[in-house]
């Protein structure tokens, strides 16, 4: 993170900052929630140059080409950035963000702003997203440590006041907070039914939506994607015999998007038999759900044609792959 910080310009305002710096006080240099309020920081020192406009996205630009141009030079410059902005979001090294996103572009970041959208608002939320779990845990253990003390003041004391109050409103945190407490308590497979219902429905309309935008050939909206996924995930966990049951349901207008997030169910109910992490648990959710992409490219009488395919056919159906890729 000093690291980076160092080749942004901003290292000095960072750590000197009185939020990390009383952090550091307290539970010492090392400890997670300094890299966290750095991480915090970091954002709000970058918000203007965030929340300016950036050149549009460029397709042929490639990061090894010679960079004539200031223009070019520029746009370079900007690439690197929101790929250090995406390093500082994620909490996962540059190396680590790229292996993740192999397919990645910043054409949906680079439009936000003209879409009158905060791109600073954006990474702040992946942020959040990313190290809620972990303030909130730490703020129930300081809690119980705090009880534990019984008014002994000789003990030293952790704030359970969050990392940050800026970014959100307190009440609305404390509301976020009773929500994330819940997520991922166990319910009854009839209670969790009608949710996972509601998830393959949700899940539906945005496959479609996704997939218009497969056939015109633009970005899809990866964000959008893993929020759909990280809710399938809390839904397996609450009871995974819901979705594992509901992916069994056919429906011949709808097979495509039906298979799409089955697959994703197993990917799911897999990754966490092998005991894998959540990012990897989330991960592995997004690939099996776009795994068969390719499949909307072919033609709709084909893809639900239940007697055997023609050989001309089959030789159509193998390039789903490739359509994919």
């Known amino acids: 993170m000093e690291e980076?910080?160092?080749i942004l310009g901003i290292k000095k305002e960072v750590i000197g900052c009185k939020r990390v710096q009383s952090i550091i006080k307290t539970h010492g240099r090392k400890d997670r929630l300094v890299g966290i309020a750095m991480r915090q920081v970091a954002f709000d020192e970058l918000r203007p140059t965030l929340d300016s406009p950036f050149l549009p996205y460029d397709p042929f630009f490639s990061d090894d080409k010679l960079l004539n141009s200031r223009r070019e030079r520029l746009y370079d410059s900007e690439e690197r950035?929101?790929?250090?902005?995406?390093?500082?979001?994620s909490g996962r090294s540059v190396v680590s963000v790229k292996k993740l996103n192999p397919g990645f572009t910043t054409k949906e970041l680079r439009s936000k702003h003209a879409k009158k959208q905060s791109l600073f608002r954006y990474f702040r939320q992946e942020l959040n997203d990313q190290t809620r779990e972990y303030i909130l845990s730490h703020k129930t253990?300081?809690?119980?440590?705090?009880?534990?003390?019984?008014g002994n003041d000789s003990v030293a004391k952790i704030p359970t006041t969050p990392v940050d109050t800026n970014f959100q409103a307190l009440k609305a945190e404390a509301a976020l907070k009773k929500a994330l407490e819940t997520r991922f308590i166990p319910t009854s497979f009839d209670d969790e039914t009608i949710?996972?219902?509601k998830l393959f429905k949700d899940g539906h309309a945005l496959l479609s939506a996704q997939v218009e935008r497969f056939k015109r050939g633009e970005q899809l909206d990866m964000f959008e994607l893993m929020k759909f996924?990280?809710?399938?995930?809390?839904s397996h966990t609450r009871n995974n015999f819901s979705?594992?049951?509901?992916r069994h349901i056919k429906d011949a207008s709808i097979y495509l998007e039906q298979h799409a997030m089955g697959m994703a169910v197993l990917g799911?109910?897999?990754?966490k038999a092998m005991k894998l992490s959540n990012a990897y648990v989330e991960v592995i959710a997004l690939g099996a759900l776009l795994f068969d992409l390719g499949r909307f490219r072919l033609p709709m009488a084909m893809v639900t044609k239940t007697t055997k395919m023609t050989d001309a056919e089959f030789d159509l159906f193998r390039k789903h792959i490739k359509f994919g890729e």
Do not use: P, Q, Y
């Not at 950035?81 to 979001?89: E, F, G, H, N, R």
């Open 4 to 6: 980076i910080l160092g």
């Open 81 to 89: 950035l929101l790929l250090l902005c995406m390093s500082i979001a």
């Open 141 to 150: 253990r300081s809690d119980k440590n705090n009880s534990n003390t019984n």
């Open 195 to 197: 949710t996972a219902f």
């Open 229 to 234: 996924c990280r809710r399938l995930v809390e």
């Open 243 to 246: 979705l594992m049951a509901i």
């Open 268 to 271: 799911i109910h897999f990754a």
